[in-house]
């Protein structure tokens, strides 16, 4: 299983690193991703042309998401 990473904003303004595996990817996200291109494009062309594998680019942009190794995803700490 691969995990990513991006930054967000905490509550005290400090930069925060969250890490996500594609797990989490699949379950939070391909549901409005898939709605939104069936919306666009249609079930059956959606069915015939996309897959996760599509789903989870558009995540890693939208995020300025990076690819994380096994042993860095431990670290917690802020950036």
Not at 21 to 45: A, N, Q
Not at 48 to 69: G, M, P, R, T
């Amino acid at each position: 299983m691969r995990y990513y990473s991006y930054n967000e904003m905490g509550d005290d303004g400090e930069n925060i690193v969250v890490t996500k595996s594609e797990t989490d990817i699949l379950h939070e996200y391909w549901p409005y991703w898939y709605g939104r291109m069936c919306e666009k494009f249609g079930k059956e062309v959606v069915h015939a042309k996309y897959s996760f594998h599509e789903c989870l680019e558009d995540w890693i942009v939208v995020n300025w998401a990076w690819e994380v190794e096994q042993n860095e995803r431990t670290n917690k700490t802020p950036c």
